[in-house]
Every structure is written in C-alpha cells, then in structure tokens.
C-alpha cells in the first residue's frame, strides 16, 4: 500500500467527511438492499470490478503530494 501523503484544503477535507458521514448513514439505513445500488457501480467507468473498489488514481493527480 502506497503511504503518500496529500495536500487538501479545508473545504475538500471537509467535504469528504460530510460524504463519508452520509454514506454510512446510507449503508447503515441498508442502502445497499435498493434497487439499482449494484448497478450504479458497474455503470461507471472508475468501478474496478475486478477489485470490487473504485479507481481514483485519476483524480489523485489533482493534488499536491508532500514529503515526510
């Protein structure tokens, strides 16, 4: 596993906490039963099946990497 460390703003890093809130209140409600739920990750080009997890290598090239 790749240990890089990130650059983010407050406002991403926010963000991504508000959306990991949501999705666990999602899964938490069973989301994960609803119809279409399988179907919106395999409709999308970043969904690897193969690892079943999506890919965002693309998006990591947006942000600053940092040392130590």
């Known amino acids: ?3 890089k460390k ?5 406002n991403e890093l926010e963000n991504l906490l508000k959306c990991k809130k949501e ?3 999602l899964q938490y ?3 994960d039963n609803w119809e279409g739920y399988e179907y919106a990750f395999e409709s999308s080009e970043d969904w690897n099946d193969d690892e079943c997890e999506w890919d965002v290598s693309k998006e990591l090239e947006n942000y600053q990497t940092c040392e130590g």
């Open 1 to 3: 596993m790749d240990d």
């Open 6 to 10: 990130y650059i983010l703003t407050k």
């Open 23 to 25: 999705l666990r209140a």
């Open 29 to 31: 409600a069973g989301v």
